[in-house]
């Protein structure tokens, strides 16, 4: 990937690309540099010296076009290429990151979700067939996978983790409330929904 | 609340508190210094100032005792409080919200869920009844609320914000993938799982 963009401002390409999609799904065309650099939150010198390592994308004075500039980021993201994922644990939880429509538009698709409950296999989960978690090792050896979800209680995960981690995934992301043990050439995501629950009460609590 | 523990001590506590929670799951009465600094991830000249600021919870040879430790990070995270919720779409997302058991225990309590679907009205989800959206406002007029959990689409996202904070709610836990314009004294905390998907993206990408 291009090396030469600071690690600052690839920081906030998730930001540029959460608002450019939405002004894009909201039908804009054109922003001005002003609005933008307000709505990342960045001055219009950091919002210039940003797009000029994206490339060039409008002219300071008409604003930048939306498209073009939603194409690059999503390039410098990665979103452009596809990675091929397994989920597991098809609870209320697991059902709602299936069923996250920004997946598939972002490259990553569902190949198949795992499930302790043998009931659920032959099922399918928003397009992606179920199948039981003692066949989850099989399957990764038969079909290379970039990315493994851990939507499962606490106390499956790690088993599950090594289990992906064998299975050769690069990346794992983790909404069970734990943290892994994995080795270091393996990524980990963790999204903790606990943790922003603590976070809120501890902003409720300082506001007393 | 204490004002006389730092930012950067206060931003730990969730870390504490996952960590010694889940010790204390596993039924260990006891930790070590060197082995609590090194999962919160600090050196343990600062982990003797963290829990100097907590309190005393044991001697630094003998290790300090999980249970105590646990109850004062709660206290200072405002857990022991409890707190009155709804939460407005009950789709996976808010399914998966709403069956969450650390809610309760963390002195969250689930009041009301609301849903634009009036076929849920009278049903229950994890305890809690279900009601049309459009009697929100109603609700909170006639009931004093704290928090507000968002998880219906995008679209109906900010409107949703706008009833809650007119009903008077002080923070929202926003799980929409796109941001609130609220008044400054309503405490926003923002959930995106498309976030952490384009973390991941960015750091897979940035591995090739």
Redo the contacts between chains.
């Keep these: 990937?291009d090396k030469t963009i600071s690690p600052r401002t690839?920081g906030r390409?998730?930001i540029y690309?959460?608002?450019l999609e939405?002004l894009q799904r909201m039908g804009v065309d054109r922003i001005s540099s002003d609005k933008l650099a307000e709505?990342i939150g960045i001055t219009s010198s950091q919002l210039r010296q940003d797009l000029s390592a994206f490339g060039q994308f409008g002219h300071h004075g008409l604003g930048y076009h939306v498209g073009p500039l939603l194409e690059r980021v999503s390039d410098?993201?990665?979103?452009n290429?596809p990675?091929r994922l397994v989920l597991v644990g098809a609870?209320?939880?697991g059902?709602?990151?299936a069923?996250?429509e920004?997946?598939t538009r972002?490259?990553?698709l569902i190949k198949r979700i795992f499930d302790a409950d043998p009931q659920l296999a032959g099922t399918y989960i928003a397009g992606a067939p179920v199948a039981p978690v003692t066949e989850l090792g099989a399957y990764l050896a038969a079909e290379p996978t970039?990315?493994g979800v851990i939507a499962t209680p606490?106390t499956a995960a790690q088993e599950i983790a090594d289990t992906l981690v064998a299975g050769g995934v690069?990346?794992i992301?983790n909404f069970a409330?734990?943290?892994l043990a994995v080795p270091d050439h393996v990524?980990v995501?963790?999204?903790?929904?606990?943790?922003?629950?603590?976070?809120?009460?501890?902003?409720?609590?300082?506001?007393?």
């Design positions: 990937m690839m390409l998730p690309y959460r608002y939405e709505r410098l993201l990665g979103l290429q990675h609870g209320n939880l059902r709602a990151v069923s996250y920004g997946f972002r490259g990553f970039d990315v606490a690069r990346a992301w409330p734990v943290r990524l995501e963790h999204t903790h929904i606990s943790d922003s629950l603590l976070l809120l009460s501890l902003r409720l609590h300082m506001q007393d």
